[in-house]
């Protein structure tokens, strides 16, 4: 069977498709010669949405490398802030000693103004007071004119006495140990006793008459009596009183925090002088310091 030429089969479908390029190719230069802004016009508004989406494209991939930006140079501030962080820690940890030593030796010096005694400061280089017979050991000795049974007193109120003396060193017997004793006076009952200590921060006074009235969170102060402290100085507060044959038994609380101790201040051999102690209790808080 004989095929058409422009019919429907691969020599009439190349004849068809030589002819439409040479059509389109014969209106593409007539149409050229003419004004052409019309079909810029017409390109124009044909590539809008193209170009619309290639801006979107172009910004979403810009926020997105921004963002990753932010993200890294946020991640490196927080790693720069946690190294900063645990520096400071570190620092404030080794420097917390020094700074509780600074301010103790503020106060102590605020102390020192209100002594009008020749006080000496002394550094706190070993504290064995939870040892048998055990005490505290300062680096001031003979080198700075220290005799045994000089009084050691901080801001807080008194330490103890010197025990021993050496020539760059010197111990001192808390009032908490068990052979240490202090001449003491109450605050609001005025009676007078023997201070005795009988374990880590706590002592109990002596020879007080039944027929006293000792009240409990009563101020403690020294005598003067012993001849190493002056009178009127802080020792503690009564915390408990129990009635015996013929005396009082007065549990104290000492106001010295003896366990956290840097700096002390010596008074000098017998010293001459009286405080005058508040006429009644000093109140406290729950934590066992005056208000």
Partial sequence: MRQRPWGWNPAGRRRWATALLLSGHVIWILLGRGNSDRWQRALGLLSTPSQGVSAKMMAWRQARTDKVRDLESAQTELRNLRSQAVNLQLAAVRDAAKVQEAEEATRLLGLKKQLPLELKAARIVANVRKAPFGGMIIDQGEDLGLVRDQGVVCTEGVVGRIWSVAKHQASVLPLDAHNASTSVLL????????????????????????????????????SGLDGVFPRGLLVGYVTAVHAEDVELRVEVTLAAQLDRLYLVLILP???????????????????????
């Fill in 187 to 222: 605050s609001r009952s005025r009676a007078t006793g023997v201070l005795q200590g009988v374990g880590p921060g706590r002592a109990e006074i002596r020879y007080i008459g039944s027929q006293e009235l000792v009240q409990v969170h009563e101020s403690v102060f020294t």
């Fill in 269 to 291: 051999p017998s010293p001459g002088m009286e405080l005058r102690p508040p006429a009644g209790p000093v109140a406290k808080t729950e934590t066992g310091a005056p208000k």
